[in-house]
């Protein structure tokens, strides 16, 4: 029988989410169902020795990067939010080394079901960005959260959405 591709789940934290890294983990842990408990930690302020324990204690596995190295990238344009300005920089995520399926997910989100077939997703599947209006149509497409995307990372995947990103007169809010 063949082996099944094993995703990499990843996230994306600075200390102003490390409650929600906390949280998410726990929920991760638990509720994730028959994948490998592993969980790779892009962060860009170191995380506590005391909150890695406490992360593992849960029964994860984690790997803990700094994300710089991947550049620390700026929004183009003034954000209307302190927190999109750290959100832009998730687009250091579309180039993570990594050969397969990437599946990332931002740590104000919890994990409440199985996440056992997340690798079969298409190339870029994301989330809708629902709320309490119906998402706003985009070149055709409706509008995306990027807090769930599954993807194969690619210096091309991220050329061109950074050249989206940095070229669009809409407003961006990663």
Known sequence: MPSREV???????????????????????VNAGAIPKKLTILQEDP????????????????????????????????QAQPRLEFAFKKLSILQYPHQGTVCFIDVDMLCLNDMSGVETMRHFSVAPDRGIREPKIVNGYP????????????????????????????????
Do not use: M
Not at 56 to 67: A, K, P, T, V, W
């Open 7 to 29: 995703p990499l789940f990843l996230t994306l934290v600075n200390r102003a989410y490390w409650p929600g890294l906390l949280t998410f983990s726990y929920s991760l842990s």
């Open 47 to 78: 995380i506590p020795a005391r909150l890695k324990s406490r992360i593992e204690s849960f029964g994860l596995r984690c790997d803990y990067i700094n994300f710089k190295q991947f550049g620390d990238l700026q929004s183009p344009v003034k």
């Open 143 to 174: 509008a995306f959260n990027t807090g769930f995307v599954v993807y194969s990372p690619s210096r091309d995947l991220y050329n061109s959405v950074y050249k989206y990103a940095t070229t669009t007169d809409r407003p961006i809010h990663l």
